[in-house]
Each structure stands twice: as C-alpha cells, then as structure tokens.
C-alpha cells in the first residue's frame, strides 16, 4: 500500500455535526446600539473588542481583549441572539469592574 494513497477511497467520510449555512453573517444586522454598549462597557475596565467574520464569512466572530486573563475569539452564527450575547458580555464587562493601568482595582 503507498504512502500517498492510504484508504482513501474506503475512508468514510465524517458527518457534520451543524447545519449549512442560511444566511450569511453580516454585522450591519446586528443592533448598532448593543455594539456601541458592548464597546463602552468592554473599554471601560481597559479592555477592547474585535469584530470581524470566520474565515469563511459564515460566522461572526468577536475577539475580547482585558476580560479574561487572556484574549479570546467568540464565534457566533447567523442564527444566534447576537445582540443578546453583546448584552452579556457587556454586563460583565460591568460586573468585573473598572480597571487602572491594566491592573485590577483594589
């Protein structure tokens, strides 16, 4: 058997576990005051927020700078509350509290 063909042909291929994509990700969809929130109450303790799309333009994704002790990218499809989950995250961007230089207030 070589190398660069293995079983290919035998190999099942693996399920999708979601469903295709109906509709594609746009932010402009998205309530413009539950994004300015998330901004202010996110950049408030010091943090920041990046918008952007999955590579394949299929997702939304959103990373979260000074929330966590590291950034991290969320990523949400279409069909999710996304203007609930900026709501959440805003609130707990106000739950953790303002920071100082970065540093968590004492």
């Known amino acids: 058997m070589s190398l660069t ?5 035998t190999k099942k291929q693996p399920s999708r576990s979601y469903s295709p994509r109906r ?3 746009d932010w402009t969809s998205v309530e413009a005051e ?7 109450a996110v ?6 927020l990046r918008f952007g799309y999955s590579r394949d333009g299929g997702a939304y ?4 700078y000074g929330l966590e002790s ?11 509350d996304v ?3 900026l709501e959440q995250l805003a609130e707990a961007a106000t ?3 303002p920071r100082t230089h970065g540093k968590p207030k004492p």
């Open 43 to 48: 950049g408030s303790i010091g943090g920041a």
């Open 83 to 85: 203007q609930e989950y």
């Open 61 to 64: 994704a959103v990373g979260v």
């Open 34 to 40: 539950a994004i300015r929130h998330a901004i202010s």
């Open 23 to 25: 509709e594609p990700a």
């Open 5 to 9: 063909s293995g079983n290919r042909e």
């Open 95 to 97: 739950l953790a509290g």
């Open 70 to 80: 590291q950034p991290y990218t969320d990523y949400l499809r279409p069909g999710d």
